[in-house]
Nanobody
Framework: QARLEESGGGLVKPGGSLRLSCAAFGRAVSRYKMGWFRQAPGKEREFVAA????????IYAEPVKGRFAISRDNNKDTTYLWLNNLKPGDTAVYYC???????????????WGQGTQVTVSS
């Protein structure tokens, strides 16, 4: 069983940057594949990025490629999402998730955090 806690959200102007963190608690959490998803008001939850336990071969959704970066520090049981060149369309609640499959599908993840709000506005 894993418990996930996101942090780092906030209000940022277009073109700005944020770093989101996801701290994981529980046994063997470093073995999980970790994903980030987001949900904007009135929209379905969508995949953002995911990373394997050894941090190799991360995957990204097309809208964030080249702007966002996912990384993890297994010594700290923490996964990060670096958000750069933010756009108003990136406004959403961002969730981290843990699972045993490296996937862009939310149903492949077993554990979820409560989410952190990211608002991009001038």
């Amino acid at each position: 069983q894993a418990r996930l806690e996101e942090s780092g959200g906030g209000l940022v102007k277009p073109g700005g940057s944020l770093r989101l963190s996801c701290a994981a608690f529980g046994r063997a959490v470093s073995r999980y594949k970790m994903g980030w998803f987001r949900q904007a008001p009135g929209k379905e939850r969508e995949f953002v990025a995911a990373i394997g336990w050894n941090a190799a071969d991360p995957i990204y959704a097309e809208p964030v490629k080249g702007r966002f970066a996912i990384s993890r520090d297994n010594n700290k049981d923490t996964t990060y999402l670096w958000l750069n060149n933010l756009k108003p369309g990136d406004t959403a609640v961002y969730y981290c998730a843990a699972g045993v499959v490296l996937s862009d599908k939310d149903y492949d993840y077993d554990h979820w955090g409560q989410g952190t709000q990211v608002t991009v506005s001038s």
